[in-house]
């Protein structure tokens, strides 16, 4: 006979009643992580985590079966079948369709999440109350075939150089694979395709600093042995895990915000589901200051038309995306036959 099924548990969160269900099952088969861990794991890092959530629409990573099971994105909330006090906030697509989206206002909407599943959290850069005008612009350092976090972590500390000109401080942390994330807070006035644009102006000024180590190219054969600079991550529906979301790979691993001093040295498979809360209870939260201040977006549009003046335009959006005003060809460079040979 098969052992007992663990009972399921009502557990509060927040002033709410969460259900857990099957708290035994594995998720993290590798590691022995079960559903109950992630659960536990989430309320341990509630306060870092809601900082990076919070009043956000936010997609859903959900493995219901574990992470090697079937997975899938979550970007509609079900009209039924969900607790009453859970909220939700409408977002556009690039299509204009719409959708409701979970919107966490506290950590039992993270603890809800966690028992439908969800292992990965991917917040959009606004906030409910001004779904179309970003306050968090994402640069994302990508390491391609032949470089790793360690030159994701260089070119973090040449960005670092930039930010510090412009006067602004920026927030890094590991993407919880090879990749570094810099986030910085600005006031919600520009649209999503200004603020891309931005994200753009300043990737190309780190990429003149140091062409040999950065690039911009959005064509995989263009890149070379560089760390790519993923501007489309700030076009509309598109999302990074958030801080102190698990990532779904074999170690567990966590998107762990950092102090500007640790990035040299940091070890990404060294935060992760048991290491993280311990490091947040002992360390406090390196972000914890990402909301003192947002910054004026101004001196980086002034770089959009400073570049646009020399020839350099908008880059390519992601396939999903309607063709853009002013988007180059998206043709990638050796099938383009009108290309220059």
Same mark, same amino acid.
């Given at each position: 006979?098969?052992?007992?099924?663990?009972?399921?548990?009502?557990?509060?969160?927040?002033?709410?009643?969460?259900?857990? $269900?099957?708290?035994?099952?594995?998720?993290?088969?590798?590691?022995?992580?079960?559903?109950?861990?992630?659960?536990? +794991? +989430?309320?341990?890092?509630?306060?870092?985590?809601?900082?990076?959530?919070?009043?956000?629409? #936010?997609?859903?990573?959900?493995?219901?079966?574990?992470?090697?099971?079937?997975?899938?994105?979550?970007?509609?909330?079900?009209?039924?079948?969900?607790?009453?006090?859970? &909220?939700?906030?409408?977002? $556009?697509?690039?299509?204009?369709?719409?959708?409701?989206? /979970?919107?966490?206002?506290?950590?039992?909407?993270?603890?809800?999440?966690?028992?439908?599943?969800?292992?990965?959290?991917?917040?959009?850069? %606004?906030?409910?109350?001004?779904?179309?005008?970003?306050?968090?612009?994402?640069?994302?350092?990508?390491?391609?075939?032949?470089?790793?976090?360690?030159?994701?972590?260089?070119?973090?500390?040449?960005?670092?150089?930039?930010?510090?000109? /412009?006067?602004?401080?920026?927030?890094?942390? #590991?993407?919880?694979?090879?990749?570094?994330?810099? +986030?910085?807070?600005?006031?919600?006035?520009?649209?999503?395709?200004?603020?891309?644009?931005?994200?753009?102006?300043?990737?190309?000024?780190?990429?003149?600093?140091? @062409?040999?180590?950065?690039?911009?190219?959005?064509?995989?054969?263009?890149?070379?042995?560089?760390?790519?600079?993923? +501007?489309?991550?700030?076009?509309?529906?598109?999302?990074?895990?958030?801080?102190? $979301? /698990?990532?779904?790979?074999?170690?567990?691993?966590? $998107?762990? @915000?950092?102090?500007?001093?640790?990035?040299?040295?940091?070890?990404?498979?060294?935060?992760?589901?048991?290491?993280?809360?311990?490091?947040?209870?002992?360390?406090?939260?390196?972000?914890?200051?990402?909301?003192?201040?947002?910054?004026?977006?101004?001196?980086?549009?002034?770089?959009?038309?400073?570049?646009?003046?020399?020839?350099?335009?908008?880059?390519?959006?992601?396939?999903?995306?309607?063709?853009?005003?002013?988007?180059?060809?998206? %043709?990638?460079?050796?099938?383009?036959?009108? &290309?220059? &040979?």
């Amino acid at each position: 006979m098969g052992g007992t099924r663990a009972a399921a548990e009502e557990i509060e969160v927040a002033g709410h009643h969460v259900r857990l $269900s099957s708290p035994e099952r594995v998720v993290f088969p590798q590691r022995g992580f079960t559903k109950a861990d992630v659960f536990h +794991y +989430y309320l341990a890092v509630g306060p870092g985590i809601m900082r990076a959530l919070g009043e956000r629409p #936010t997609t859903l990573q959900r493995f219901p079966e574990g992470i090697e099971g079937e997975a899938f994105f979550q970007k509609r909330v079900p009209a039924r079948g969900v607790p009453p006090w859970l &909220r939700t906030a409408q977002i $556009s697509f690039p299509s204009g369709r719409k959708a409701a989206e /979970l919107c966490p206002a506290d950590l039992a909407h993270v603890a809800w999440a966690a028992q439908m599943g969800t292992v990965v959290f991917h917040p959009w850069p %606004v906030r409910a109350r001004n779904p179309d005008h970003p306050d968090e612009l994402r640069i994302d350092l990508d390491p391609q075939p032949g470089t790793d976090f360690a030159d994701a972590a260089e070119a973090a500390a040449e960005l670092r150089e930039i930010l510090a000109e /412009l006067g602004v401080p920026g927030w890094p942390k #590991t993407s919880g694979g090879r990749g570094v994330h810099v +986030y910085l807070r600005i006031q919600p006035r520009w649209t999503f395709v200004e603020v891309r644009r931005a994200t753009i102006a300043l990737a190309r000024e780190l990429e003149r600093r140091r @062409p040999d180590l950065v690039t911009t190219a959005w064509w995989k054969e263009e890149r070379g042995t560089r760390v790519f600079v993923d +501007y489309n991550q700030m076009a509309r529906d598109r999302t990074i895990a958030c801080a102190y $979301s /698990l990532r779904a790979n074999a170690r567990a691993t966590a $998107s762990a @915000p950092l102090a500007w001093d640790e990035l040299a040295d940091a070890e990404p498979d060294d935060f992760d589901l048991r290491s993280v809360p311990a490091r947040l209870a002992e360390r406090g939260d390196p972000h914890a200051g990402i909301d003192d201040a947002a910054w004026d977006l101004t001196p980086l549009l002034d770089w959009v038309e400073r570049d646009a003046a020399n020839g350099q335009g908008d880059l390519p959006y992601p396939p999903e995306h309607p063709k853009m005003p002013g988007e180059p060809k998206r %043709v990638q460079p050796s099938k383009d036959r009108d &290309r220059p &040979r």
